[in-house]
């Protein structure tokens, strides 16, 4: 089983739309946990840490669900500039100093 | 700006022919990590350093190598690049404090190119 699985969409909304991202990790001792944004031919850029009790950051939010190891995160009113894949990144300190990535969910916002 | 960079950004290497990618970073993080992304593909993880401690994963190839002289700098070694090692190569640092962990920040990358 992979440490983090996300559905690889790809998700094709028009602009103004709410959509929605999930991801699920494996390992329950698992402690830090990100939503990372890439840009096509670009590195990973963090978007938003996620805390246990969920955060938002102007049009997106995060939600985090320990008891089903389950992340998530929403953007509001999708802009076209939102288009890119978005990397669920979880940390586990009892498995070292390793970060574990999901494979990633494409966004593309039509106008 | 404190920041991760790579060079080169772009590296062209012959089959077979050994080709070494440099990282530096200046925000004094004490891990640093090697991945490597095709396209398409989540980032695969190489190896890391914490502080000097040296990080292997078990899958890497032995025709990888790195090395990290200093705190600040960190180089991968690709000992005979063969056709599948043509990717993306993202350096990444984070900072380990008490019991936890910063999030990564990674460099631009150096996309390889085999011939």
């Known amino acids: 089983r992979k440490e983090v699985e996300q559905d690889p969409g790809p998700f094709n909304v028009p602009e103004g739309a709410t959509v929605a991202f999930n991801c699920t990790y494996s390992?329950?001792?698992?402690?830090?946990f990100f939503w990372y944004r890439q840009d096509c031919r670009k590195e990973p850029k963090l978007l938003m840490s996620?805390?246990?009790s969920g955060n938002e950051d102007g049009r997106f939010t995060a939600q985090l669900n320990r008891a089903s190891q389950y992340i998530s995160l929403l953007i509001r009113d999708s802009k076209l500039s939102d288009s890119a894949t978005y990397l669920c990144?979880?940390?586990?300190?009892?498995?070292?100093?390793?970060?574990?990535f999901g494979t990633g969910t494409s966004l593309t916002v039509i106008p | 700006d404190a920041m991760v960079i790579q060079n080169p950004r772009y590296q062209v290497t012959q089959f077979g022919k050994p080709v070494t990618l440099s990282c530096s970073q200046t925000?004094?993080?004490?891990?640093m990590y090697w991945y490597q992304q095709k396209s398409s593909q989540a980032p695969k993880l190489l190896f890391h350093?914490?502080?000097?401690?040296?990080?292997n994963e078990a899958d890497t190839p032995d025709n990888f190598q790195s090395r990290r002289p200093n705190t600040s700098f960190c180089f991968l070694d690709i000992r005979s690049p063969g056709l599948g090692d043509a990717a993306m190569y993202l350096c990444?640092?984070?900072?380990?404090f008490g019991g936890g962990y910063n999030e990564q920040f990674f460099g631009p990358g150096t996309r390889l190119t085999v011939l």
């Open positions: 990444a640092t984070s900072r380990v």
């Open positions: 390992n329950s001792a698992s402690q830090s």
């Open positions: 996620v805390y246990s």
């Open positions: 990144v979880v940390n586990s300190q009892n498995t070292g100093n390793q970060f574990y």
């Open positions: 925000l004094n993080h004490n891990v």
């Open positions: 350093y914490y502080d000097k401690d040296f990080n």
